[in-house]
């Protein structure tokens, strides 16, 4: 069982930078692939990226490429998303997720992982 919280969401304007936390709890944590999905108000959950357990490969939306970069600290129990160069479109509630499972980015962009934070929320204002 794998428990995460988000921290680092708030307000930033368009072209900002901004990086979130997602503190796990759990021994086992650093085994896990994890990712970020967000949420923007009236839309499905989307995928944005995801991170092997050893942090040694990322997979990226297209909406993400290039702008965020998804990292890793096992010996904190920690995984990061760094959001640089920010737009509108941006605004959403950030979700940390995490699957002990290793399954390929495009699989996890369709089906989601197995555990979830509360999420934080970004606004990005134009």
């Known amino acids: 069982q794998v428990q995460l919280v988000e921290s680092g969401g708030g307000l930033v304007q368009a072209g900002g930078s901004l990086r979130l936390s997602c503190a796990a709890s759990g021994r086992t944590f650093s085994l896990y692939t994890a990712g970020w999905f967000r949420q923007a108000p009236g839309q499905e959950r989307e995928f944005v990226g995801c991170?092997?357990?050893?942090?040694?490969?990322?997979y990226y939306a297209d909406s993400a490429k290039g702008r965020f970069t998804i990292s890793r600290d096992n010996a904190k129990n920690t995984v990061y998303l760094q959001m640089n160069s920010l737009k509108p479109e941006d605004t959403a509630v950030y979700y940390c997720?995490?699957?002990?499972?290793?399954?390929?980015?495009?699989?996890?962009?369709?089906?989601?992982?197995?555990?979830w934070g509360k999420g934080t929320l970004v606004t990005v204002s134009s």
């Open positions: 991170i092997t357990w050893s942090g040694g490969a990322t």
């Open positions: 997720a995490a699957d002990p499972n290793v399954y390929s980015g495009t699989y996890y962009r369709e089906y989601g992982m197995s555990y």
